[in-house]
C-alpha cells in the first residue's frame, strides 16, 4: 500500500476470515434471492480424512509381499449372517445407490456396465429399478427407501440384495427432492406422480418407527423373497455406535454407513455441510458396536463419503470396513465435471469440478439430466469402460499398499498398518499419532 | 379348501406354499388358524387364491399383494396390505397404523376402525373404512381413492398430491395443501362403486370430497415454515 499523502504509512486491507468472499457472496444471494441454496453432492468443506492417515509399510518388524506376483486377494462376500444367497464379489468397491431421475438412464446403464466388468455391484436408487440398470448389472442392490418410489414385489425377487435405506451421509435426517426439470414422462410414470411437479421422497419410512418395528419389516421382506437376498440397512453417519447396534438387533446382514462427504442429488447446501459425520469419524466406531455384538466379519460393513483412491479403500478396511461404496467419484469417472465441457460449466456460471447443480437437469456431461439432447453427449458403453477401468485401478492400488504391509488380502489390513498424520485425525480413527503410540482417548491415557 | 395351523407349521412354511400357487393351481381357498398375531402373514402373494386367516394379524398382513383375495376374521395390525399391487384385503374388525401405507392396486376394505397414516403415501389403491381414521392419515397419498364412512382425525391429507378423499363425518383438521373439493357427478359415480365395493350402505350424496389444492407442487418458499 502506498503511504497517504502526508506520508504515514497506512493500514492493509485484511479480508475477514469469518466473512470471507464465498460467504458474503452467498449473504448477497440470500438477501437477493430469499431462498436458500440447493444443490448436489456432498460436504465440500475440508473435514479429517483418508489423507490424514499414513501406511506405515514394511521393514524389519513387517514382511512384505512382492508386488505384482504374490497372492492378495480383494474379493468379499456380502450376506452371510442370513440370506440364503449372498453376494460374492470380485473387488470390496461397490457403486452406491443414485436414482433413475437423478441419473439418466443411459448413465444408469453405465454404472451396471462398469460394475459388471470389474465383478462388483451397483445399486439403484430413489424412483425405482429400470431394465438399463437391471440389464446391465450382473449385481444388483435394490433400494428399499421411504418414498417406495417405483417399489414393488417383482423387482424385489429380481434384485440380488435389498437395502434398507434409513439415511445417508450428505442429509441425515433429511429428505429428497427431485425439481420438476427433471421429471419427464417415463420419471413421473415410474414414481406415480404429474410430470413437472417437484417431487418430495419423505424423510422417514410410512410403515415403520423404530428398530422394533423395523426388525418386523425385515421379516416381512425376507418372507417375501424366501430369505435369499442379503438385506442390507443404510444410514448416514450421526451416532455409528448406536446406529450400527440398532441396525444388528434389527437384523440386517450388511451396514452401510455413509459419511458427509458422500453425494445427494439435491439437497439444501446448508444440511450438506451442517449436519453429520466426516466418515473417518464413522468407521471404528461402526467396527466396535459390531465388535461388542461378536458380529464383526459375520455382519459385514460398506462405509462410503469421500471414497477416491485405492489407498482410500485400503484405509478403510484397514480400520475394519469390508467394503466401501463409491458415488461421486463414480459419476467423475463416466465423465462429470469433466474440463472437456468448460465453456458450457462458464455459461452455467460455474467451472469444472465445481459443477453441484445437478437438480436442475443442464449437465453438460449428460449425465445428471433427464433432457434428451444432453443425455446424447453420454455414451453408457464408453462409459462404462471407463468405471471398469478405474474400479481395477482403485484395486490394484489397494493391493500395492496391502501387499506392502505385508497382507495377502486386503481384508487383513488392520489398524496397526496405518498412522495419523493430525490430531482430530488420530481422535477420531483412534489410530496412533505419527511416531507415537498414543491417540487422544487412548485407554490408560490421560488428554 | 387347505387349512393351515399356523401355530403348528410356522410362518415360513406358510408363506412358502402360498407363494409356490400358480395362476392355474386347484388349491383356491387357504384356511389359516391360529394367527395369534403373527406378522407378515401372507405376504408377497401372486396367484388368484382366497386366504381366510380366522383371527387377528400382527404387522403386514398382505403385504405386497398381488391377485389373492385375503380375508382377516379379526383385526389387523400395523401396515396391512402395505404397497398391495392388485387383489383385495377385508379386514373384519380395526387395523392398525399405516393401513394400506403406499398400495399401488387393488382393494383395501376395513369393516372396523382404522389408526393413525391410513394410506399414507397410497399409489393407486382403493382403501374403504367402514369406520373412522387416524391422524396424519393421506399423508402424501399421491394416487387412488379413499373412503371414509366415519370421521377423520388431524391433518387429514397432509402434502397430498393426487389422491382422492371421501369422508361422511367430521374431519377433525385438514393437513397442509389438503382442501375441501366440489363433489361433482364423475365423483358421486366414483363414490358409488366404491361403497359397493367396500360393502357399505352409505348413500353418496352424504360423503365430502378433499383433495390437493396444489400449491406445494413446485417449490415455493412462502411455504417453507
Redesign the interface.
Known sequence: MKDDAKGAPRTVPIQSATFTNPINAEIRRAAATGIYDIRGGGAKRKVPHFDDLLFLGASISRYPLEGYREKCDTNVTLGTRFAKKPIELDIPITIAGMSFGALSGPAKEALGRGATLAGTSTTTGDGGMTEEERGHSEKLVYQYLPSRYGMNPDDLRRADAIEIVVGQGAKPGGGGMLLGQKISDRVAEMRNLPKGIDQRSACRHPDWTGPDDLEIKILELREITAWEKPIYIKVGGTRPYYDTTLAIKAGADVVVLDGMQGGTAATQDVFIEHVGLPILACIREAVRALQDQGLHREVQLIVSGGIRSGADVAKAMAMGADAVAIGTAALIALGDNDPRWEAEYNALGTTAGAYDDWHEGQDPAGITTQDPELMKRFDPIEGGRHLNNYLKVMALEAQTIARACGKNHLHNLEPEDLCALTMEAAAMARIPLAGTDWYPGKPGTSF | MQTFDLEAQG??NL??AL?AQSANTNQTVWEVINPKGS??IA??L?APIEVNVRGHT???CG??N?QATINVAGSAG??VA??M?SGTVVIEGDAS??AG??G?GGTLVIKGNASS?CG??M??IDIIVHGNIGHMSA??A??GNMVVCGDAGDALGD?L??ARLFVRGSVKSLGADCIEKEMRPEHIALLTELLEKGGCDAKPEEFKRYGSARKL???N?DNAY
Open positions: 410362518l415360513r408363506n412358502s407363494h406378522h407378515a405376504v408377497g401372486d400382527g404387522y403386514y403385504g405386497m398381488k400395523p401396515g402395505e404397497n399391487m397404523q399405516y401405507a403406499t399401488r397414516r399414507i403415501s399409489k393407486g399423508f402424501m399421491q394416487s402434502s398430491y393426487e407442487y413446485n417449490f418458499i
